[in-house]
């Protein structure tokens, strides 16, 4: 005789034997799921198909589960033991992937002889996807969708104290003399309201220094590109290369067209796709513009994997030169994002200890938490490792 089914008042105590019944067979029944099972036959029709997927819609939470409970169903309700006797189960849900480019053809239409359960479209954003490729994986039509994403990108310094001052709503501050007496017209010459000034804040330069050698040849454009995004937002931002010698190219990046901007960059730098010699480019920047000014107070944003054919004593000499007069170094690794990447090379190691953030640097979000990064005034950034941690691992790990 099987056991009394749960009547219109709720669940009787054959259900907690079923429980009981499916920990035998090796089901973990947590007690809030028990609740929700409980609560489920409660409002449902005492009926064994109810039974049945009330428990398998609260009580199942793994593929390999539904052997177990079919046999500890049957054999507690049905009586069977053998899992025989239970209601057909409904027609699958059929899964359809859809993507919200308008370009992209139409999934195919189901056959209408066959038998089809509900129909659960599952939208995902090519757009999405694309931010977290890397640049070397794209072929032209994303590249030129990563550019076109790439054109909304901003970047910009953080703000730092600036010599001006601003007119202030409070009465407390520097006097404004020359507001004061203006407004003292309307009043008969007689200054009833003193006006005051502020301390005033400007974004701090950023200066970008691209290398564009042969083993950045799968970054160099769209690093380009992203420094060209920079330097046509009218901000205060340098843009120059980096190869077997040191090209400026904010003129060239100036203008508002992407490709035209490109091609003037390519044709203003002659060491395209050829050698690495960062510290001699360094030292240049340094002698001709860094040290002059240029990088005073700045960010300097170096985007290079750190394979140099110099020597790195030099390169470390010319870093600590560039250390002492920037405001902040940010170090900008494409290979970063290698799994089990360490920065061994020599170029790179002997940079290292004169960085403060050492950042990923080969897709549009990357990118775009560099630009966040520019722009927060604060050197040790939470979440972010710091050159001279990740030295501090490698000599470990050496």
Partial sequence: MAPALPGPDGPGPAVHGFLEELRRQGVA?????????VEALARLEPAPDALYWAGRATLVHRLEEIGPYDLAFSRWWLRTGDGAGLEEAPPEESVTLATDDPDAPEPPE?????????????????????RQRDFATLDAGEQAEVNRL?????????????????????????PDLRRTVRASLRTGGEPVRRLTTEPSTRPRRVVLLADVSGSMEP??????????????????????????????????LATCDPDRALARAAAAVPDWSGGTRLGEA???????????????????????DGWDRGEPEELAEQMARLRRVAHRIVWVN???????????????????????????????????ELARLVAVDDRVRRGTTTGRETTGAVQEDL
């Fill in 29 to 37: 029944v947590p007690v809030g799921s028990a609740l929700l099972y």
């Fill in 110 to 130: 189901a056959d209408a002889d066959e038998e089809q359960g509900p129909e659960v479209v599952l939208r995902f954003s090519r757009t999405e996807v694309l």
């Fill in 150 to 174: 790439m054109a909304d990108l901003r970047l910009a310094g953080a703000l730092q104290p600036s010599r001006r001052r601003r007119p202030s709503r409070r009465t407390r501050g520097r």
């Fill in 219 to 252: 970054y160099s454009r769209a690093l380009v590109r992203f420094a060209h995004v920079a330097v046509a937002a009218r901000a205060r931002v340098e843009a120059f290369t980096l190869g077997t010698r040191l090209t400026r190219l904010t003129r060239e």
């Fill in 282 to 304: 360094l030292r240049r920047f340094n002698d001709e513009w860094g040290v002059r000014g240029i990088a005073r107070g700045a960010v300097v944003v170096i985007l290079s």
């Fill in 334 to 368: 494409p290979l970063k994002a290698s799994p089990g990447y360490q920065p061994l090379a020599r170029g790179m190691a002997a940079a290292l200890p004169f960085v403060d953030e050492f950042v990923e640097g080969h897709s549009l979000d990357s990118l775009e």
